[in-house]
């Protein structure tokens, strides 16, 4: 079966650049979510998008943003790098609606982000 | 808001050994869904069991199952028969189910770091 895709799988960045994070959910469904996993720390929820709209909104910097586009890919933007952003970012998919039953959230292998 | 927490930073078990793992969880959504993830060396982030909160039935898959305490907001994952691919992070999580919040975002708790003892 299908999973979430993320590419790339490893990225290295020097300070002040840009990087740009991808994810293709799971066909069908409509929901993306972006976390990121610090060294020895758990996920932290970024952002959440909803049939191409942004549905929620964590601990996201103002130097990221995100977009979901009309094939339900997403994409995380990151400008003006720094070296507390090397991390591991996970891409999740599921149905967003809330009636169906498997609500699960399938996650991609992530993208690891090393800022140099 | 919601928050997990889990109060065993790393829990170690013999082979073949049963292992409880502790979480706990605030909320006052009385619709919601509870998951352990497994997260191994490779850090892909694995499903090992979910339960929904409108089931009073513990959750079973194979060798794991779930204690599940509505009342006291209790949501312990059992591993029978401990393998030593079993070894991994461990994440308790939360997922709210309100009407109004299609997509809810899942909540992590910080993590049981699970070593198994040949």
């Known amino acids: 079966a299908a999973g979430v895709i993320q590419s790339p799988r490893h990225l290295i960045k020097e300070k002040r650049e840009t990087a740009t994070l991808k994810c293709y959910p799971i066909?069908?469904?409509?929901?993306v979510y972006w976390y990121q996993q610090g060294p020895g720390q758990d996920p932290q929820f970024l952002i959440s998008f909803y049939e191409k709209m942004q549905s929620d909104k964590g601990s996201i910097p103002d130097r990221f943003s995100a977009q979901q586009f009309s094939d339900y890919h997403s994409e995380l933007n990151m400008s003006s790098l720094e070296l507390g952003d090397s991390a591991l970012y996970f891409c999740a998919s599921s149905l967003g609606d809330s009636r169906l039953l498997n609500t699960e959230a399938f996650f991609g292998q992530g993208t690891r982000l090393t800022v140099v | 808001a919601q928050t997990v927490t889990q109060s065993q930073p790393e829990m170690s078990v013999q082979e073949a050994e049963t292992v409880t793992l502790s979480c706990t969880y605030d909320t006052s959504e009385s619709d919601y869904y509870l998951f352990w993830y497994k997260q191994p060396p490779s850090r892909q982030m694995i499903l090992v069991i979910r339960q929904e909160a409108y089931k009073q039935q513990n959750a079973t898959e194979n060798r794991f199952s779930v204690n599940f305490q509505k009342a006291a907001k209790s949501f312990s994952l059992k591993i029978s028969d401990s393998q030593l691919g079993d070894a991994a992070m461990y994440f308790c999580a939360y997922r709210g189910d309100s009407e109004y919040s299609s997509a809810s975002k899942i909540i992590f708790g910080s993590g049981t770091r699970l070593s198994i003892r040949p």
């Open positions: 066909p069908r469904h409509d929901t």
